[in-house]
């Protein structure tokens, strides 16, 4: 038997929101505290933030 793995949606940060503004948000967001403790939902939602800003980064350079 195979058992099919869902992944829970991580929070994304929107457009123009501010670091402090989507930290509070993706720390507090149910589905990531339910999932994983407080250590691991600060190392997601700091990396989920950080991959936000390099995406940002490419996109505006690859503009100009």
Do not use: H
């Not at 403790?37 to 996109?59: H, N, P, V, Y």
């Amino acid at each position: 038997k195979f058992t099919k793995l869902t992944t829970m949606p991580i929070p994304k940060p929107k457009a123009g929101e501010k670091r402090i503004d989507f930290m509070t948000r993706c720390m507090s967001d149910n589905t990531m505290v339910n999932e994983y403790g407080k250590d691991q939902r600060l190392a997601i939602c700091s990396t989920s933030f950080k991959d936000k800003l390099q995406k940002d980064e490419k996109e505006n350079g690859k503009k100009r």
